[in-house]
């Protein structure tokens, strides 16, 4: 199974259902999808493509971090969808456990496949010339998972270090979204 373009109009409305206030910020990805780019696939660079990110806090709401190897800065967990990925939701739990070593049984109430992702992330993957890839976007769907208790083992190809921050550390709408959320959904 793969993500589809359907599923991601379909989470995207969740999301902007959430947050009608962003519907002018997704306008590179209304974009993607109306030109029918095949933003599932890694390889497309005429705009960008989606990617999937996991906000992991532990009971204290600390949040974990990883810092990344090409990019070298520190980010949430995440990366690019697989085909073999079910749903998006299932993308960001793959990436955690490949990054972070956190398989999704260690996620506490992980959300169900309605639940809209946290946030929705567009930014600019600078280019890379040693892959030959040009500047384009990532269209990055967040979701949030929590852990009782977490046994970090990162992924050394692409992660060199991890950090629990306080959700301060985050982009100010990141953590205002991440902080009234329950494990429950509430």
Known sequence: MTVTHPEIRYVLSKYLDRHPGEVDDMALLF???NEGH??????????G????????IDPQGLVLMIHHKALDTWLLPGGHIEPQDPNLLGASLRELEE????PWQ????????????????????????????????H??????????????????????DFEWRPLSDLPAELADKLAPVTPSGS
């Open 31 to 33: 974009h993607a999808l």
């Open 38 to 47: 095949d933003i599932t696939s890694r390889k497309e660079f005429r705009i």
């Open 49 to 56: 493509h989606v990617t999937a990110g996991a906000a992991v």
């Open 99 to 102: 990054e972070a070593g956190i």
């Open 106 to 137: 260690q996620v506490v109430s992980p959300p169900a496949h309605d639940v809209p992702p946290a946030d929705i992330d567009i930014h600019k993957i600078p280019a890379n010339l040693a892959k030959n890839e040009p500047e384009h976007y």
């Open 139 to 160: 269209f990055d769907f967040r979701y949030a998972h929590w852990v009782d208790d977490a046994d970090v083992r990162l992924q050394l190809e692409e992660v060199t």
